[in-house]
């Protein structure tokens, strides 16, 4: 069985108050292959003691499979199995609250009617200052068209709804933005482009989301050129930010030299080819790169990358990165010992980094390890309170060095949900946006001297 979980599961166990029927079960679970996560007493009793076990398996037959044991150990009672994730995400993740209560008819005159017009007047006359009396400065469109969403493919808009939220939840408690989910309907490039361009004037920048290739790469080009508003495509640059932050800690915890290190990519989609681009700015050093289509291969050599094929890249390169969506592409005869390799592709991985890493290569992790949720928060709160006018390669580059920066020694990436990370991205990102002329908002020492996200001002 592949070591890499994907279903999250509750075991509600009855066990026998007799000392070690808690271990017992345990060690069922464990030598059944399920990774055991919370455990949680709902009730405890003189007699026995009714416990929630979080656990993750591979697949439902794995499941029925560690139902089977458990059922079998002495003193325990499998009561119930609950599926986590689902009950999680009944009525949504996210939903938009006022932030100014209404309690009386003398907050509703103020709020609404007739208050709300003087605002409105004051808007016609200086437009410029919906930065300070209306939501849009702080609010992020994310926007889908549902056609590559994580590595299931082209599910659609609705089905790709959770992920879109699971990022709005995201911005507004590690950034402080407010993450708009848009679903569209349509996945041609032009009706896209123009409804963004229509929509565009409600939000103060626009995240495109799991847009498939090669759709994605025309579709952020012409955004970027024809909005006032800054333009991020998650998969392509929020990924290539993250992974290359990642590649200089994997580089310093090895011993190897990014800048020496031959570098090769597996998959030249969305994610791919602009971790491509960014390893040519970064380092002066072209990629290997090989896919399934010539027009990826091609789109790779116009940005500067060398094409290959996978076998040469398994064998020569220093560092392999995989973005095919591929689930057991890479065997693990093929890992070279002491190889780095990031198989980034969700809900699985290339190669199960434990896989990799008994293989010999000598550093190996998955997409769970380098996530995108390290950039974008971040990312977005810098050029919001800089008020950039675009996100641009510099800006990218202080979050890259923000990211690494702020892990801890001896780990490879820093804690996803430590808000601490999601500042220093956001202060060097604002930084960099003043330095390279694209701010519109020139921000003080007191900014970057604030030592947590705050809600956002009223400037």
């Known amino acids: 069985m592949e070591e890499h979980f994907k279903l ?146 082209n599910i659609g808009p609705v089905a790709g709804m ?12 590690l950034a402080g933005v407010s993450g708009i989910p848009v679903l569209l309907d349509t996945t041609n490039p032009d009706e896209i482009v123009e409804t963004v361009k229509h929509i565009a004037t409600t939000f103060g920048g626009i995240q495109l989301e799991d847009i498939a290739s090669p759709c994605c790469f025309a579709i952020l080009a012409r955004l970027e050129d024809e909005l006032k508003v ?33 570098i090769g990519l597996l998959g030249l989609g969305a994610a791919g080819l ?16 090989t896919a399934r289509s010539e027009a990826s291969l ?34 693990p005869a093929r890992v070279r010992k002491g190889q780095i390799i990031f198989a980034l592709s969700n809900p699985t991985p290339e190669i199960a980094p434990e896989a990799a890493r008994a293989a010999g290569a000598g550093l190996a992790v998955d997409g769970r390890t380098v996530n995108n949720l390290l950039g974008f928060p971040g990312i977005w709160r810098g050029t919001l309170d800089a008020k950039a006018r675009r996100i641009n390669y510099e800006m990218y580059h202080a979050a890259i060095t923000a990211i690494a920066g702020a892990t801890s020694d001896g780990e490879l990436v820093p804690n996803p949900v430590d808000p601490k990370v999601h500042l220093a991205v956001a202060h060097s990102v604002a930084r960099a946006a003043m330095e390279s002329g694209v701010a519109q908002r020139q921000l003080d020492d007191d900014y970057f001297e604030g030592t947590s996200i705050k809600e956002p001002p009223c400037i």
């Open 8 to 153: 999250v599961r509750t075991l509600r166990c009855r066990n026998l108050n007799v000392p070690g029927t808690l271990g017992k079960l345990a060690t069922t679970i464990g030598a059944a292959g399920g990774d055991i996560g919370n455990i949680v007493t709902v009730h405890l009793g003189h007699h026995y003691t009714v416990r929630d076990i979080d656990i993750l398996v591979e697949s439902e037959e794995h499941l029925a499979n560690l139902m089977g044991e458990v059922e079998m150990v002495p003193g325990v009672s499998l009561l119930q199995v609950r599926d986590a994730v689902l009950e999680l995400h009944k009525n949504g993740k996210i939903k938009m609250i006022n932030t100014v209560p209404v309690k009386s008819l003398d907050d509703l005159r103020k709020v609404y009617t007739p208050g709300v017009a003087e605002v409105c007047e004051l808007l016609v006359k200086r437009p410029e200052m919906k930065d300070t009396y209306t939501s849009i400065p702080y609010s992020v469109a994310i926007v889908t068209d549902g056609t590559a969403i994580l590595g299931l493919g």
């Open 274 to 289: 602009t971790i491509g681009k960014f390893i040519l700015r970064f380092t002066g050093r072209p990629a290997l790169g």
């Open 298 to 331: 091609k789109r790779h050599a116009d940005a500067g990358g060398i094409p290959s094929d996978f076998e040469t890249i398994m064998k020569t390169a220093d560092i392999v990165i995989g973005t095919t969506g591929q689930r057991g592409l890479i065997d």
């Open 230 to 262: 800054p333009v991020m495509h998650d998969d392509q640059q929020g990924t290539a930010v993250v992974v290359m932050a990642a590649l200089l800690n994997a580089c310093k915890l090895t011993g190897m030299k990014l800048e020496d290190a031959k």
């Open 162 to 173: 959770p992920v879109m939220e699971g990022k709005a939840a995201l911005l507004q408690q």
